[in-house]
């Protein structure tokens, strides 16, 4: 995962992203949000891999994991 997420303040506006490209990870777990297979996915944004994909996923779990969760109101 920590070679396929990048986060750079001077892209997409410092949230984090696929490396190499300008894909965000919010963006792939919006479309699984939305009923997306990974299979669609990778025809809508075709430079990536199903690793790809499997690392957005397993970033967002990490987060998720993360000792404080801010719950919204």
Do not use: F, Q, W
Request: proline share 4%; hydrophobic share 40%.
């Amino acid at each position: 995962m920590d070679d396929r997420i990048s986060v750079d303040p001077s892209v997409c506006s410092g949230k984090p992203y696929i490396t190499g490209t300008r894909i965000m990870v919010r963006n792939i777990l919006g479309m699984i949000a939305g009923g997306y297979t990974v299979e669609r996915i990778l025809e809508e944004y075709p430079k990536l891999t199903r690793d790809d994909v499997a690392a957005a996923l397993e970033y967002a779990s990490h987060v998720v994991d993360e000792d404080r969760v801010i719950a919204r109101g």
